[in-house]
């Protein structure tokens, strides 16, 4: 982000490195293809070797669209081991961790068992990439807390996946995608929410996933940049459908947090909800109060990729409207569209906020001391 | 300015680039096909690596569908977001009227003009049988 152009680079840089900072959005990768088969039943190895994975997703290997660069990720982030970027503990100690301090690292896992038809499958893959999780990062290395995948499908499953992990230090949170079969707001869902609000985690959606719809509401486009910019639509009605099914009505302590789709449609996106709420309310009577106000309550945001106006007072309206305490800072490590974390906030914030902004907000939302 | 001796030429031979710090500065000096190009090593968007990008052209277009591609291994594409910028001027090609590199003149001198002239630096060793490259900063 890079809101006012500054003239001292070198004067500009250092700027926060010294200050604790929270990452909530850092993608662990696999080293190779098998990595995981440790943690799978022999049938599945041998399902996988077999069958391969079968996505809802037309494209079974790999994303819809071709990404900027290799594995959408920055090109100085490859280990020096060798490997694809995020796929080293150490290198992202080295690269990312010490040299900005962080003190919370948050894991988000993607390509995982999300999206994939056979059930029983994805349950599995989801299962081998939690346990996955701990034995590689964040038992070797304490800041970082990593973040429960659960084949999202299939409710019931998932809701068993989060049970069974509840409580356990290593999990600061549920993890799924925007693009799923259904909006996220739909029944089949609702175990889900059900299950994290019982464990006490917030759940995370993050920016992508597999779900086999188009990815614009008007079809398929024609290039990555459309999909970049499509990320926060997809968000916008994975947060409408949450509200207006009745998840934060019938979830009161459920806690969200939009991961990688920007946020400075929040408030836009929550004005037109209330509006036509006021309405059209008798369609949806479990809808009881206002959107805005579960919005308000209920809903977190990562700052990468943060909204970059020319103004940075046009930011601060936006952040005053969502609160500065629902910020929480991330840098989308190793993916190319990584924020740098002296560089993301533009000067004449108090003190207060940014500590909340880099650190404080994350701490509380996910229980760190 | 002062002339800093960067290494003689044949260590730098056409399509490598070499890393250094001069005063503090991260500066990368490049050979392309011949000739040298010093630019500050640190991107003015969010400060990446600049240097470690790859080498690419410029896609430009007047009319959808009419592509036109151009300075081919003359532009920079930094690691991280992927901004251009001209090697050959520190020029950006995403935001031109904010953001460039600054971009410091290199070339080739004769072994010795650099052995006599006070600008030798001090950390290379100079043989007078070779020529070297020279940036400006
Ligand atoms: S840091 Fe170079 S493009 Fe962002």
Redesign the interface.
Known sequence: MNIQFRENQEAASPLTVKTAIADCDIHPARATRTELYPYLAKRWQHHLEVYGVHAYQGMMEGPPYPKAQPNASRRDAYPPEGGPQGSSLSFMQKQLLDPNNVQLGVLNPLNTGQGIRNHELAAALCSAINDWQIDKWTSKDKRLKASIVVGNEDGLSAAAEIRERAGDKNFVQVLLLSRNVEPLGQRRYWPIYQAAEEAGLPVGVHAFGFGGNPITPSGWPSYYIEEMVGHSQCQQSALASLVLEGVFERFPKLKMVMIEAGFGWAPSLAWRLDKVWQRLRSEVPHVKRPPSEYIREQVWWTTQPMEDPESREDLFDVINWIGWDRLLFATDYPHWDYDEPSRVLPAGVSEANREAFYLGNARALYGIG | MARHVIAPVDELPPGTRKFLEIDG?PIAVFNIKGEYFGLMN?C??????LC???LIGLAQSNNPGEIEYTKLGEIIRC????WEFDIRTGQSYCDPR??RVKAYPAHVEPGASVVKGPYVAETIAVSVESDYVVVEL
Not at chain 2, 79 to 82: A, T, V
Request: glycine share 18%; aromatic share 12%; no cysteine.
């Open positions: 500065r640190r003015p968007h969010q400060g990446a690596s470690e990008g790859p690691p991280w977001h992927g904010r953001f």
